[in-house]
């Protein structure tokens, strides 16, 4: 039978992956909620009508979804040259591909398409929750770490303890 003590060590190490898993889970559905959704805009070539974005000159992500699905966006800058944007390849299996901008200032954008634009800090917290794998090992690491230690060290060592006590 399992002593107060062995109860409350296993029940802390529970706690604890219950709310890494949590923060982990809230992280993941943050940064995929995070960003701007811009409708589709009736004229891209144009950059006439429709919805804009106001783009401040950090690095961009843009999306689209279903992500199998490729929109043209229309960037236009307050200094610099007009240029049309891709979602191709915007997104890989293990990374994203950020758009660095070639302007100063400011940029409005249009795009074909419904999309999500992700800028500065939110591209970078998007491809940490959704493609660093690195990343999503060590949260399961620091999670399970405190199971594998109590099984190691906490039981061993009590049960150790104990036959030692009953001899």
Excluded: H
Excluded at 54 to 73: D, F, H, R, Y
Excluded at 76 to 101: L, M, W
Excluded at 133 to 160: C, H, K, M, S, T
């Amino acid at each position: 039978m399992i002593d107060m003590g062995r109860k409350t060590l296993l029940g802390i190490t529970i706690v604890w992956a219950v709310l890494i898993g949590a923060l982990a889970a809230g992280f993941y559905v943050m940064t995929t909620n995070s960003g701007t959704e811009l409708g589709k805009s009736s004229d891209v070539a144009a950059a006439s009508s429709g919805p804009k974005y106001e783009w401040s000159g950090e690095q961009m992500l843009i999306s689209t979804e279903p992500s199998n699905k490729t929109a043209v966006c229309r960037i236009v800058p307050e200094n610099g040259v007009p240029k049309d944007i891709t979602t191709f390849r915007s997104e890989t299996a293990n990374r994203v591909n950020a758009i660095e901008p070639w302007f100063s200032g400011k940029a409005e954008m249009t795009c074909n398409m419904a999309v999500k634009v992700r800028t500065g800090g939110d591209v970078t917290m998007y491809e940490l929750a959704t493609k660093d794998r690195l990343v999503q090992i060590l949260v399961v690491v620091v999670a399970v770490l405190p199971f594998l230690l109590v099984a190691i060290f906490g039981f061993a060592v009590r049960g150790r303890k104990a036959s030692k006590t009953e001899a």
